[in-house]
């Protein structure tokens, strides 16, 4: 009755199963019984109200029947919860980094990749680590779902139990690309698994100085280095390169030298790259200081 694709389903859809069944079964009669009182008391069949007495049993009743419906609803939730912050000791790890707006995989040895490939029926536990914004680690056909919070690590585990692609979400709107931020979950065999994992490269690990300036400052939040555009112009083979601006309501063509590349960081507003939107970057006057400016030119001439 229930699927397999992880060892949360059961519980989880068990919980909603049963809690959603007393709801529409009290929903139901409750309104029924309404109706019923409202037609069977009419005024026009009693019109003299009648006092009634307290009735002992049916007090005690109405007590203790939700009492142990409302504990048995608890007990339910929580057998199916329980489970989900009890992590097996022999259980994989992988480390999940959430950032505004993508999801990364770091497998043992540095290995970074876009898809988290697991092996079919084994535990696996997965750090969530947030480089930016709160986000949320989402797998619904998993019945996973855990908050991924800056500045302290949160976790995630289960144990896959079919193979096939599934869809991992971030939960927590995190900003303007949050729809964006998806991943695939793909579950394999173990000996796909190995074969997939040998295959992995290893992060290249940037050594320039200028990238540290430009991570460290959260340039790469709404700047790719890959091409890509995102809240701003990618930073890729912008070095050198001829844009169109607009400087004070006039379109004008510039050539991308040390200096426009100073001014766009210390007065942003001074020169709008065509096609993006002006006052989303703030000016990093007095927290970019000229040395560091320096450093990320001679990386983005190395950027090609
Ligand atoms: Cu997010």
New binding site residues.
């Given amino acids: 009755m229930f699927s397999n694709a992880s060892n949360f389903v059961h519980g989880v859809d068990k919980a909603t199963l049963i809690i959603g069944g007393f709801s529409l079964f009290f929903l139901v009669a409750f309104t029924g019984l309404m109706i019923f009182f409202v037609i069977k008391y009419n005024r026009k069949k009693h019109p003299k109200a009648t006092q009634v007495k307290d009735n002992i049993l049916l007090e005690i009743t109405w007590t203790t029947v939700p009492i142990l419906l409302v504990l048995y609803m608890f007990y339910i939730g929580w057998e199916g919860f329980f489970p989900m912050r009890q992590v097996p000791k022999d259980a994989m790890h992988v480390t999940v980094l ?1 950032k ?2 993508k999801w990364e995989f770091q497998y043992p040895g540095n290995k970074l990749s876009d898809t988290l490939v697991l092996p079919i029926n084994k535990a696996v536990k997965l750090d969530l680590v947030s480089k930016d ?4 680690f989402f797998i619904p056909a998993f019945r996973v779902k855990e908050d ?1 919070v800056p500045g302290q690590t949160n976790y995630s585990w289960f144990i896959p139990g079919e193979l096939g692609d599934y869809d991992l979400l ?6 303007v690309s ?1 729809s964006y ?1 998806s991943a695939v979950v793909r579950i394999v065999s173990d000996d796909d698994y190995n074969t997939w994992l040998s295959t992995l490269s290893v992060k290249k690990v940037d050594n320039a100085l200028g990238f540290k300036v430009i991570e460290k400052n959260g340039c790469t939040a709404c700047h790719s280095l890959d091409g890509t555009k995102l809240v701003g112009p990618s930073l890729k083979g912008l070095y050198g390169s001829t844009v169109e601006v607009m400087s004070n309501g006039v379109k004008r063509k510039v050539t991308v030298d040390s200096l426009y590349i100073q001014s766009s960081i210390l007065d942003p507003n001074k020169d709008i790259a065509d096609g993006y939107p002006q006052g989303v970057m703030k000016s990093y006057k007095g927290v970019i200081n000229d040395k560091d400016i320096e450093l990320i030119n001679e990386y983005l001439k190395t950027l090609k």
């Fill in positions: 959430a505004m707006w914004v709160i986000h949320g991924v971030c939960s927590a709107y995190c900003g949050h931020m």
